[in-house]
């Protein structure tokens, strides 16, 4: 069992930045893949960013450019936002899965989710 914590949310105004941290019970960076996702009321939970064991990466288009994931080690997932747009408002969580079928970007590759941090973004 996998225990995902993310961290990182909260209000910001239009333009600002913030980073979003996910930290896993166990090493799942070697055989799997972390990501994140967003949900905002009354709309589907969408992936936003995600990273494999072997370091490729995708981005959903409406975030590149504005999205970074980092990995800081086999258990610490950081997700940098940049100018931060009122649409960008959602829970975020952090999610830990496997490849093969699904994307890395379909919440179907991912059994193990975190609570969600909240990010609130102002005009």
Known sequence: QVQLVESGGGSVQAGGSLR??????????????????????????????????DGSTSYADYVKGRFTLSRVNANTLYLQIHNLKPEDTAMYYCAA????????????????WGQGTQVIVSS
């Open 97 to 112: 899965g496997f490849t093969g079928y699904y994307s890395m970007l379909d919440r179907r590759a991912y059994p193990y």
């Open 20 to 53: 979003l941290s996910c930290v896993a019970s166990v090493a799942t960076f070697r055989t799997g893949c972390m990501g994140w996702f967003r949900q905002a009321p009354g709309k589907e939970r969408e992936g936003v960013a995600a990273i494999d064991s």
